[in-house]
């Protein structure tokens, strides 16, 4: 299984970015997926996901201003960003959790300039 993470770039605060995360199989409707982002000197933390049961979380930073969803037919996953701040600055990684391997893109960086 690969992932591959692409959308990022520079945007001033305020403006938006969606990411996308393409795999290279039909995983999106079976497996746990979903973005997490590692800011320099931070843990990588979860900012939003589907879980197995179907159901999404959000880290309460995000809430109301990041979506997530998915093409299963694209086998895509997009993060779309909006009202983006300085302190989302991260690389933001898709991740795939398939209960007998997880699997990580590359990372793709998303830099908000104030």
């Known amino acids: 299984v690969q992932l591959q993470a692409s959308g990022g770039g520079l945007v001033q605060a305020g403006g938006s970015l969606r990411l996308s995360c393409a795999a290279s199989?039909?995983?999106?409707?079976?497996?746990?997926v979903g973005w997490y982002r590692q800011a320099p000197g931070k843990q990588r933390e979860l900012v939003a996901a589907?879980?197995?049961?179907?159901?999404?979380s959000y880290a309460d930073s995000v809430k109301g201003r990041f979506t997530i969803s998915r093409d299963n037919a694209k086998n895509t996953m997009y993060l779309q960003m909006n009202s983006l701040k300085p302190e989302d600055t991260a690389v933001y990684y898709c991740?795939?959790?398939?209960?007998?391997?997880?699997?990580w893109g590359q990372g793709t960086q998303v830099t908000v300039s104030s």
């Open positions: 991740n795939a959790n398939l209960g007998w391997g997880t699997f």
């Open positions: 199989v039909s995983i999106f409707n079976i497996a746990a």
């Open positions: 589907f879980n197995r049961g179907g159901t999404i």
